[in-house]
C-alpha cells in the first residue's frame, strides 16, 4: 500500500458565468432531457489572455461556466451518483481538481504527492467511490495507476505498477472491473517539461487489467514501437477504440493511427486509404464511441479532421474538415459534439451532417468531458 500524500483543500472559487443560459442549471447536471441525453459536459480551456479555467458547456452550445484554475488542465470524468466532475492538470501535472458542478466552485484540489506526477486522465469505478488515475514515478519513469477513495476527501490508498512508461488515457469495461490504459511508451521528466527523452526505445500499448489486484491482463503493442498509444473509448459492447500518435519521422505518414480490440479479445489496427492517412499529420487526439450507434469518432487537429468510422469494421463512414477539432464526447442521440482550440463548438448528428453550435473567445482543451 502506498504511502498517503498530503492533500490540501482548495478556496472555494468564485464562478465566472459567461454566457450561462438564462433558465439556470437543473436539478441535476447529470439530469437527462426527455429525450434521454444530457445536458452539460466539461472541459478544460484557456481564454484570450492565456488565463486557465475549468469550464461547463451546455450540449446546445448556448450556455457555459468558467472556474479559474492555476494551471492548464486536460481530461476529465464524472463521479458516478454524484454532482462532481474531477479535471486532471495537463502531463506532466502534479494535481487533479474535483468540481461540485451543481454549485459551479472549486471543491478539492488534491496533489500527486512527492515524486509523482499525473497524466491528465482518470476514470471511477461504478459505485463513485474509487478514482483510478494514470500516474508517473519520477525517479524510475515507472507507470502506474493511483487509486484514491472519493469518499474520503479523495485520499490516495494504493498503487497498480505498469511495467511500463507514459500511461495516458483510462477507461473501464462494461463488465465494472476491468481497466484499460493507453500505455504511451514515452518517457519524461518535470525537469525536462513535456520533452519526450526516449524515442529509440519506446514500448506502447493497450492494457487491460484488474482494477481490484492491479494484474495485467492483455497487453496489445503497436505495430511500430514510435506508435504512441494515447487515447480511447470503450462502446457499450466493449470495443475497444484506441488513437495513436506517431514519433518518428514526419515523412512517414502511412503508420497507422487508429486500433481496435474486439470483444472476442482480437486486436487489430486500421490503415485508412492513403490521401486520408496522409491528411491526418501522425496525431489523433480525441475518441468517442457512441453509446446508441455501432459508430465511433477520432479528431485529428493536426489535419483539422473529425472521422467518423464502423465500430466493428473500422471503416470510415464520414469525414468532416473542422479547423483545430480535438475534443469530443457524444451526444446521446447517435451524433458527436466537437469542441476545438479556435473556440467552436460543432455537432455531428446521426445523420452524417455537421453545424457550428457556438465560437465563443475561449481555446477548448483536447477533450470533452
Sequence with gaps: MASLPSLSRRRLLKASLLGMAATGLPASLWALDNDGRRQWYFSAVDDSDGGHHLAGLRRDGAGHFLLPSPERCHGGCLRPGRDEVVLFARRP???????????????????????????????????????????????????????????????????????????????????????????????????????????????????????????????????????????LDIAP???????????????????????????????????????????????????????????????????????VLGRASGEPLAQFDIEDAAGLRCDGAGGYLVTTGSGEVHRIDDGGRHHQLAALPLRWDNHLT
Design 93 to 231: 501535472g502534479h494535481r487533479f481538481h474535483v468540481l461540485d458542478a451543481r454549485r459551479q466552485t472549486s471543491a478539492l484540489e488534491i496533489s500527486a504527492g512527492p515524486g509523482r506526477h499525473f497524466y491528465g486522465h482518470g476514470v471511477f469505478d461504478p459505485s463513485g467511490r474509487w478514482l483510478y488515475v494514470t500516474a508517473n514515478r519520477i525517479d524510475d519513469a515507472m507507470g502506474l495507476i493511483q487509486v484514491h477513495d472519493a469518499e474520503h476527501d479523495y485520499r490516495h490508498v494504493g498503487d497498480h505498477l505498469l511495467d511500463g512508461i507514459g500511461p495516458h488515457e483510462i477507461g473501464l469495461m462494461p463488465d465494472g472491473e476491468t481497466l484499460v490504459v493507453a500505455l504511451g511508451g514515452i518517457r519524461t521528466h518535470p525537469d525536462s517539461g513535456r520533452a519526450k527523452l526516449n524515442l529509440s526505445d519506446m514500448d506502447p500499448a493497450l492494457l487491460l487489467l484488474d482494477r481490484h489486484s492491479g494484474e495485467i491482463r492483455e497487453r496489445h503493442r503497436p505495430s511500430h514501437h514510435q506508435l504512441s498509444c494515447r487515447h
Design 237 to 307: 459492447d466493449g470495443t475497444i477504440i484506441a488513437g495513436y500518435q506517431f514519433q518518428g519521422p514526419e515523412w512517414e505518414t502511412d503508420h497507422p493511427l487508429i486500433a481496435r480490440r474486439a470483444p472476442d479479445g482480437s486486436f487489430s489496427e486500421q490503415v485508412l486509404p492513403s490521401p486520408l492517412q496522409a491528411r491526418l499529420a501522425q496525431y489523433t487526439a480525441s475518441v468517442a464511441a457512441s453509446r446508441v450507434r455501432p459508430s465511433a469518432a477520432i479528431s485529428a487537429p493536426r489535419g483539422n479532421k473529425v472521422l
